[in-house]
């Protein structure tokens, strides 16, 4: 099942501009993660916050995460061209002492030069 | 340090045939889990393993997939007389510690194609 879930499902701007995810999980979290993943690539880690934190800057990345509403967001500042990914957020889903990160559908960014 | 090696990166089958995929995790690594991407799709999990032991195999299919992890060697995801369905990206991630404390390692996938 879908722990995370990003909105929007993609996302289409201009070099320069800023561009914000939006994540909405469903159960606790002790930490909650972004992704990016580059056509046909690996999923890379950027940026990791845990959940007795409200912001965490990283670069041209900003994250925030506001657990009474369960919801974090990303936000890249000047983006360019090699920015276009997609972004996806996870959170650890713990059952039966198994430990298991789970993923969102992500957004799809496109920058465009 | 090389990071979580996959192979092969692409491979095609025909109905029926079995797949095997391989994954090093990163070096002091002891922890792997499987996800599969369809395309457009986010990550699904599918396996957690530790060395030599399957910790969580709750999204993985019963039938047809099998996963281990044993104390020499790669991870190996065993796909048994694979239908079209199963046409997807399989990734491979590793962590030194329970996922819970950090981030995961990505390999690059590997990418079945069943004709």
């Known amino acids: 099942s879908q722990q995370g879930e990003e909105d929007p499902q993609a996302l289409s701007i201009q070099e320069g501009e800023n561009a914000t995810m939006n994540c909405s999980y469903k159960?606790?979290?002790?930490?909650l993660q972004w992704y990016r993943q580059n056509s046909g690539r690996g999923l890379v880690h950027l940026i990791l916050?845990?959940?007795?934190?409200r912001e965490k800057h990283s670069g041209r990345l900003r994250v925030t995460l506001d657990t009474s509403k369960k919801s974090s967001s990303l936000l890249i500042t000047a983006s360019r061209a090699a920015d276009t990914a997609s972004y996806f957020c996870?959170?650890?889903?713990?059952?039966?002492?198994?430990?298991?990160?789970?993923f969102g559908k992500g957004t799809k960014l496109t920058v465009n030069p | 340090n090389a990071g979580v090696m996959q192979n092969p990166r692409h491979l095609v089958r025909r109905r029926g045939q079995e797949a095997r995929l391989r994954c090093s995790p990163m070096?002091?690594?002891?922890?792997v889990y499987w996800y599969r991407q369809l395309p457009e799709e986010g990550l699904k999990f599918m396996v957690y393993?530790?060395?030599?032991?399957?910790?969580?195999e709750s999204g993985m299919p019963k039938e047809r997939f099998s996963a281990e992890f044993p104390k020499e060697g790669p991870s190996i995801l065993r796909i048994q007389q694979v239908v079209r369905g199963d046409s997807a990206a399989y990734f491979c991630?590793?962590?030194?510690?329970?996922?819970?404390?950090?981030?995961?390692?990505f390999g690059e996938g590997s990418r079945l194609t069943v004709l």
């Open positions: 916050i845990r959940s007795n934190e």
């Open positions: 159960t606790s979290i002790n930490n």
């Open positions: 991630a590793s962590s030194p510690f329970r996922v819970g404390t950090g981030e995961l390692f």
């Open positions: 393993l530790q060395k030599e032991n399957i910790i969580d």
């Open positions: 070096k002091g690594h002891s922890h």
């Open positions: 996870a959170t650890v889903v713990t059952q039966g002492g198994s430990e298991k990160l789970v």
